[in-house]
């Protein structure tokens, strides 16, 4: 039942919260909902969740307009395209994924037009291993883009993603959160007031990115279990 993986979840970030001396309040579960139902994220938020994240735009609307009833908080954890900026703006509380000064100034103009008194929160996606395949943005490249979205009056800065390149040795992916850690507290000054996430850490990998300073973890297959098995 995803009750009980749940309070397994909440039990492992109170050990890893303890080892470092750590509020575990201080950490937020964002379960991963792309491609699960309406019915389980109901069962989830009935178990004490009420944030969620969705990588494909269109699904997320559907299941945003499905769960207005609840009072959910919907984050955009997928790679950004330029024409589904506008559906970004419109329908989620957070995006996750910023790595471009052009994707952050249409966020920016499009939630003028449909919110204009609540700013969209918003992470800088980082890519420190230089991945290909993956979006996101070198330690290098980190300073120009903040000082962009910093000046943009509709965003929230409040941190960085990153999902750190998947090593046989957990070691070196603890260092990548390690990294991105020392990243957030080089920043924390030109952050400003709102630079308070670090968001880090997956079903697999969630405990060591605790450690870390994750405030936000990113869990699916953990929480929900596998794909199809509602519940």
Same mark, same amino acid.
């Given at each position: 039942?995803?009750?009980?993986?749940?309070?397994?979840?909440?039990?492992?970030?109170?050990?890893?919260?303890?080892?470092? &001396?750590?509020?575990?309040?201080?950490?937020?579960?964002?379960?991963?909902?792309?491609?699960?139902?309406?019915?389980?994220?109901?069962?989830?938020?009935?178990?004490?969740?009420?944030?969620?994240?969705? !990588?494909?735009?269109?699904?997320?609307?559907?299941?945003?307009?499905?769960?207005?009833?609840?009072?959910?908080?919907?984050?955009?954890?997928?790679?950004? *395209?330029?024409?589904?900026?506008? &559906?970004?703006?419109?329908?989620?509380?957070?995006?996750?994924?910023? &790595?471009?000064?052009?994707?952050?100034?249409?966020?920016?103009?499009?939630?003028?037009?449909?919110?204009? !008194? =609540?700013?969209?929160?918003?992470?800088?996606?980082? !890519?420190?291993?230089?991945?290909? *395949?993956?979006?996101?943005?070198?330690? =290098?490249?980190?300073?120009?883009?903040?000082?962009?979205?910093? *000046?943009?009056?509709?965003?929230?800065?409040?941190?960085?993603?990153?999902?750190?390149?998947?090593?046989?040795?957990? @070691?070196?992916?603890?260092?990548?959160?390690?990294?991105?850690?020392?990243?957030?507290?080089?920043?924390?000054?030109?952050?400003? &007031?709102?630079? =308070?996430?670090? @968001?880090?850490?997956?079903? !697999? =990998?969630?405990?060591?990115?605790?450690?870390?300073?994750?405030?936000?973890?990113?869990?699916?297959?953990?929480?929900?279990?596998?794909?199809?098995?509602?519940?």
């Amino acid at each position: 039942m995803i009750h009980e993986q749940i309070q397994l979840v909440r039990h492992a970030i109170e050990v890893a919260c303890a080892s470092n &001396d750590r509020d575990s309040s201080s950490v937020r579960v964002l379960a991963v909902s792309k491609t699960r139902s309406s019915a389980e994220i109901r069962l989830a938020h009935d178990s004490g969740i009420n944030n969620f994240g969705e !990588n494909y735009v269109q699904e997320a609307i559907q299941k945003i307009h499905e769960l207005r009833d609840l009072p959910l908080t919907w984050h955009y954890i997928g790679g950004i *395209q330029s024409n589904k900026t506008k &559906d970004l703006a419109r329908y989620f509380q957070w995006v996750h994924s910023i &790595d471009r000064a052009k994707i952050a100034s249409r966020l920016n103009d499009a939630r003028a037009e449909c919110q204009p !008194n =609540d700013p969209l929160n918003v992470c800088l996606q980082l !890519n420190l291993e230089g991945e290909t *395949q993956k979006s996101g943005i070198s330690a =290098d490249d980190v300073k120009d883009l903040l000082q962009h979205t910093r *000046q943009l009056p509709h965003l929230r800065v409040r941190g960085f993603m990153i999902v750190p390149k998947v090593h046989s040795d957990s @070691s070196l992916e603890q260092e990548g959160f390690r990294h991105a850690a020392a990243l957030f507290r080089k920043y924390r000054g030109i952050g400003g &007031d709102n630079w =308070d996430t670090l @968001s880090m850490g997956m079903s !697999n =990998d969630f405990a060591a990115a605790v450690v870390e300073g994750a405030t936000i973890i990113r869990l699916g297959t953990v929480l929900f279990g596998p794909r199809g098995s509602l519940r």
